[in-house]
């Protein structure tokens, strides 16, 4: 089935401290905003993408889009302060129309087409689903530096994007949570707590979000590894 994605591209990279958003570092010589647009640009199912970016960089991003020639991005829009209120402006512009849509961060540069995929399918059958991995650390609750309990790994996953939802049921989620002022860190979230089920795809431990400077380093042993 055909989608829809949202690329919230509006952050800063506060974490990375790269003296530019995070979508602008190169990696093998190419804009990480490339990396991840290619992709979608590639995918036959792929049917459109909103981009939303900051209101400084519009201007940037719509001379990028051009000169790389994504002729996907049907529309580039301002983001807000927050993420999730970044991908609440891009939802509001995806045709109604659109059965399917994604939700992307640009900074997660190593998705693949066959991932997307299997997310497509499962959230065609189940209204919403995400892509996660197996978490492999042990993880601890901790309060000023001491333990205060040992989570039980068995059931933890580490959620990624895409995430895939049926777009009425995405867009109501964003519209309570915005009556509301709920905030949450991700779009499952606020699938959830809309009483929605949210389904798990396994996705793929190279699928990183680039969010500080040593993930660069893995970024491009990923991309040495798959040009083989
Ligand atoms: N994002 C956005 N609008 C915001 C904040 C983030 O569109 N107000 C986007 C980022 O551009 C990124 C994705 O959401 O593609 C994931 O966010 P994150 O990794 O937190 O990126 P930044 O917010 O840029 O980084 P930091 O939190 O370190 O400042
Ligand atoms: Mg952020």
Redesign the pocket.
Known sequence: MNYWTV???????????AGI???WIELLGKPVLAH?LDVFEKDPACAGIIL???EQELQQMQNFVQTFQYTKVRQIVP?????????YE?LKKVPEDADLVLVH????PFITIDSIGQLVNKAVDTGSAVLAVPVKDTVKRVVQHQVEETIDRSSLWAVQ?PQAFRLSIVKRAHEEADSDGYLGTDDASLVERIGETVAIVMGDYHNI????SDDLLYGQAILLERQG
């Open positions: 690329i919230p591209a509006a952050g800063q990279g506060k974490r990375m401290n958003s995070k979508q991840t939303v970016g900051s983001g807000g302060e927050e993420r999730q209120q970044s991908v891009g961060d640009a900074a997660r994007t979000k680039l969010t500080t």
